[in-house]
């Protein structure tokens, strides 16, 4: 038997105490690391101690996994880092929930409180009778913005419902390979046509932004509810009423959020516009999150995108009915252009009074002797 000499037991007892060195501190090492579950960072070393069932406490790793931890990752896509994303599940439910069953609510809520205005009011009509004298209410380029801004919206508003409704209503009608066709067209059709409603968007803000600046006559025409309800009422007004300077702001502003959350989920994880948003609010004391997962940030857009779409189509649907059957002569002015002059004294006095005073045709005021002075 071979006898250790000093020197070769030296040499094994430090081995014997390095190699228990190494173990304890890669012990210590995986302890400090996860044991608490709060490493914001699992770094390459974990891999190992992912795959190893059974070792120490995988359960505080796998809840800090659970709670949205992201992880490190060495390819180039970071976002890969992240395993498991908790508030995925409330997009989920928020998308398959409230936003299908409030939203298919609210527009029907809408159709119905239309049909129901319309059988109690009738259509509004041209009280003095046409005069079939007219008078040039928008001009080529007014209505080439108007009707970019509608067709674009009628088009993304029909292949946005379908993404949010087409599987439960379409898809049961049509069948499922018909309307995988359909869904893959209407989205192509969805992202171009968004760039002409911005387009139309931008056009429509630049030209009627001046006339929707508030003024005197608009608290008075909200307080007689615009004429609608009554007739033989109207409420002085100019180019537009306040009735048309509300809707005009909340498609400006309604409509630019829209475009630019259509943008967000167009250009996925390029430009993070909810975390920017929520920075600036948080200069005004709102308490918001600013560091926003990648694919959290889409989850936002998105819900945002729907909700905000869903809104405007009932206000549109709105709109379009007083366009057309809820007012006798009004499509006339996005038509040709043109509008009855008695039309335009009911609705927009103050404007139909200047417009008569530029071309020099005096204008009977409503109950009122003849006058070629403009109201203001
Ligand atoms: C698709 C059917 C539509 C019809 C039949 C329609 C009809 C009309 C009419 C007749 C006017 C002139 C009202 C007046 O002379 O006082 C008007 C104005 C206007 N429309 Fe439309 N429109 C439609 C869609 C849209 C859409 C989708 C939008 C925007 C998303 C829009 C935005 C506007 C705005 C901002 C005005 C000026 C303010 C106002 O008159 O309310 N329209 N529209």
Redesign the pocket.
């Known amino acids: 038997m071979l006898r250790a000499t000093g020197r070769t037991r030296k040499l094994r007892l430090s081995a014997l105490l390095l190699t228990l060195a190494a173990v304890a501190g890669a012990l210590l090492f995986v302890e400090l690391g996860f044991a608490d579950g709060a490493s914001a960072q699992l770094g390459p070393s974990t891999a190992t101690r992912q795959v190893t069932p059974g070792v120490g406490n995988d359960a505080a790793l796998w809840r800090a996994v659970h709670s949205g931890v992201s992880g490190w990752v060495s390819i180039p896509d970071r976002k890969a880092g992240l395993l498991i994303q908790p508030q995925g599940e409330t997009w989920r439910a928020v998308r398959n929930g409230p936003l299908l069953h409030d939203g298919a609510y609210l527009l029907g809520a809408v159709v119905v409180a239309l049909a129901i205005f319309f059988l109690w009011r009738g259509r509004i009509r041209v009280e003095d009778g046409f005069s079939g004298r007219t008078v040039t ?2 001009g080529p380029i007014e209505r080439f913005a ?2 970019l ?6 088009v993304l ?1 029909l292949t946005g419902l379908n993404i949010t409704f087409g599987r439960h209503v379409l898809m049961p009608l049509i069948g499922q390979p018909t309307f995988a066709a359909v869904s893959l067209w209407a989205k192509y059709l969805h992202n171009f046509v968004a760039f002409a ?1 911005i387009a ?2 931008v056009v ?1 803000f630049v030209r ?1 932004v001046t006339e ?1 600046i508030p003024d005197k006559y608009d608290a008075g025409w909200l307080l007689r509810g615009g004429g609608m309800f009554a007739k033989g009422v109207h409420p002085p007004a100019k ?3 306040a ?3 509300i ?2 702001w909340l ?2 502003l309604g ?1 630019g959020s829209l475009a630019a959350s259509g943008l967000d989920l167009l250009f996925p994880f390029q430009l993070a516009m909810f975390s920017k948003t929520f920075v600036f609010l948080n200069l005004f004391g709102a308490n918001l999150p600013t560091n926003l997962a990648p694919v959290h940030e889409m989850q936002l857009a998105s819900i945002w995108h729907a909700i905000l779409a869903l809104l ?1 189509i009932a206000l ?1 649907l709105g ?2 009915y ?3 059957l809820g007012m006798e002569g ?6 040709t252009g043109e ?1 009855d002059v008695s039309w335009a004294r009911e ?2 006095s103050v404007w139909a009074e200047r417009q008569a005073a530029r071309d020099s045709q005096p204008v009977i005021p409503l109950g009122g002797k003849e006058s070629v002075t403009p109201a203001e």
Do not use: E, Y
């Open positions: 209410r928008f108007h009707w801004i509608a067709v674009s919206f009628v508003g409603f139309g968007l429509v009627w929707n180019k537009f009423n009735g048309q300077k809707l005009f498609i400006v409509g405007m549109i709109h379009v007083i366009g057309t009004a499509f006339d002015a996005m038509g509008v609705h927009h």
